[in-house]
Every structure is written in C-alpha cells, then in structure tokens.
C-alpha cells in the first residue's frame, strides 16, 4: 500500500506542477433529443480523485441516462470566473454551475445579467437574493461533526487538527463541528484548525502536516483535493500518527493510518445539480439522512469509537445534534 501511495504521490506532484491539457470545452451528447443542457465550470482537474472529478461524473451519469447536452471547463482561475460562466450563458446552455465556495460573487454578478438563465452555486449555502441562483451542498458540519467523533477517539496525545485548502464558509462550518464532535469524546482534547493555502499542492500538504505532528498532533483530519496524498504521506513517515479523511475514503490508498474516512457523495450532488432538481433558486444540503455523507470506520478505530460513531449517526439523522446543517 505504501507503493501505490507513493506513485500517488508523485503524480500528483507532477500534476501541480504542470499546466494543465484539457483546459477547454468539451462538449457532448449520447442522446441527439437531449433535454437541457448543462455546464460545470471547476476550479481544479477533473482527474483529481476528489471533489472535482467525482462531481463532474454525476453531470456525466445525468448526461448518459437523461440525453442532457453536457460542457464544462476545468482549472479555472478566480479571474476567469466571470468570463467562462457567461460564456457558457452566452452558448445557451440553460443551467450553469459553479463548482466550489470561490465561484460565489462571479455567478451572483453573471445570474443577474442572465435572468433566463438557471445557476448553482456548489458547496455552498448563500444565493445572495439571486432569484435564479441555486446554493447546494453536502453536510459540511455532519462531516466535521463526525470526524471529531473519529479523531477524538483515536488521539493518544490528546490533540487533533484539522487540515484545508482555503477558508470558505462551509469549511468553517466544518471546522466549528469537528470541534464539537472532538467535545463530545472528550472536552480536555486539544484540537486545532490550520490552511495550506492550495487545494492541490502536495508538497505543501505534507510540510503543513508534518509541522503539525512535530508539534504533537497525532491524529490528523483533511479536507483536500488532490493534495491529500500529502497529509497521508506525513502521516506514514511518522510514528502512531492517524488521520480521518473527508471527501475520499483514504484507507484505501492508507489503511495503515487512517483510522474513518467521512466520505462526500459528490457525484449525487453533482447528478442533481445536473438534472434540475435542484434548480429552483433556494438552498439544498445533502447530510447523513439524505446520503450525502457516508461514514466509514477501520479497525484502527476502537470499538468504542465505532460505537460513539454509530450513535452520533442516529442522532444527526433525528437532529438530535444542535449544528448548522
């Protein structure tokens, strides 16, 4: 297993490193009579393994079964934001999505230019009043939440961190539940939030992480895009240091370090943004109850916490857990 996350590893590098080759349009359709036609503008590569990819195969699997016409573009920069979307509005495509919290201001300003036009603002909460702008999500919070749970449970020095990308607000909301779940087990736990400042870089991933676990934290949770194969890496050169993984189960590349995973059904999210079900100008999360979050436990994890998991499971979906959504 350490081989295949070192080739992980390297790749990954390689592809940070890299400009990307399909930075373009690519549409298609296998139905001549499509109904609707969609198209999803992300900020990474869609070979990524996380959040990018996965999302975009829910716009593929809702283009196989539905006939919908399909575009996207990926890799996109803050300020190509406004440009690509109105493009696409432009191109006549009737749902345009903008995948991750950074899309917020460049689809309120190009939805209000376009009021025929339906947009989704993906991992997000917040319409900004936009009539045809749609907010959807997972549970950030449910994920954090349990994470805490998992972290909590298999901490020995009594202290966890939690490693992103960036600061948006469904990461904070995520933040702010972790430290929840992580009370819950034990109050006395010291628990930390940090940023790399990149979704993809690896390098940085692992430096972060290690400067964690010099600093004692022995139990590291990540939310990140390609960049998490750094974190696992850190966490496999040290010694009795764990992790919990949000988006991908990591035990399958690391499952001599992690411990749970809380995995994020984005192809789901990706598949309803896709076929309109979610276009209708409001806000949608995706938790526990809905399948948008599926937890995942090893046997690294004790039967303790397994059981703390199980329980935190049934209460999230009775709302019996005083968190955002």
Known sequence: MKKKLALLLASSIVLTTLAACGNGNNSKTDNPEWKGSVAMVMPGLITDEAFNQYTYEGMVRASKELGIKTAYREEVAQDEQIEVLRQFAQQGYETIIGQGGQFGEALQTVAKEFPDKNFIFSVATDTGGVPNL??????????????????????????????????????????????????????????????????SDVTKAREASLALIASGYDVLFFNLDAAYVGVLAAAQDSSDV????????????????TVGSVVFNWEELGYQECTGSLADGGTHVLGIADNGILPVTTDLL????????????????????????
Do not use: C
Request: hydrophobic share 40%.
């Open 134 to 199: 749609t907010a959807s999500t997972v549970s950030y919070s449910h994920a954090g939440y349990l994470a805490g749970i998992m972290a909590a449970s298999a901490t020995k020095n009594k202290k966890v961190a939690f490693v992103t990308g960036e600061w948006y607000d469904p990461h904070r909301q995520m933040e702010a539940s972790f430290y929840k779940g992580v009370e819950y087990v034990d109050p006395s736990i010291e628990s930390t939030a940090i940023t790399t400042g990149s979704w």
């Open 242 to 257: 764990y992790v919990v993984s949000a988006v991908v189960d990591s035990s399958d590349i690391a499952p001599d370090v």
């Open 302 to 325: 004790s039967d303790e916490g397994k059981a703390a998991v199980d329980a935190a499971v049934e209460d999230l979906k009775a709302g019996k857990v005083d968190i955002d959504p």
